[in-house]
């Protein structure tokens, strides 16, 4: 079981830059690891998927925006977002679940976090 501790949103203009990081409570390289958000309404969609070998995933709405990385020296998750825009305010969540059975985009992970607030202003 692992426990997961996000970090690093808050309220920009568009066309800024945030970094969302992730502090996890066990070593990450055995663990599929994953960025979600949830809007006011919405479900929760999958953003950025990262697996125990490095291949990541993007949402068709932030390729060439944001960037996942995983760190596990540190056991961290990070998420690097550019040219952020109004649509991409949300409350995002981390997510793991064990490498063997990566769910990459899509929500059926076991463990989650419990999130931190962007909100982009136009």
């Known amino acids: 079981q692992v426990q997961l501790v996000e970090s690093g949103g808050g309220s920009v203009q568009a066309g800024g830059s945030l970094r969302l990081s992730c502090a996890a409570s066990a070593n990450t390289w055995r663990y599929c690891m994953g960025w979600f958000r949830q809007g006011p309404g919405t479900e929760r969609e999958g953003v950025a998927a990262i697996d125990d070998a490095g291949t990541t995933s993007y949402a068709d709405s932030v390729k060439g925006r944001f960037t996942i990385s995983k760190d596990n020296t540190k056991n961290t998750l990070n998420l690097q977002m550019n040219n952020l825009k109004p649509e991409d305010t949300a409350m995002y969540y981390c997510?793991?679940?064990?490498?063997?059975?990566?769910?990459?985009?899509?929500?059926?992970?076991?463990?989650w976090g419990q999130g931190t607030q962007v909100t982009v202003s136009s």
């Open positions: 997510a793991a679940e064990y490498w063997t059975r990566c769910p990459y985009l899509t929500t059926n992970y076991n463990f």
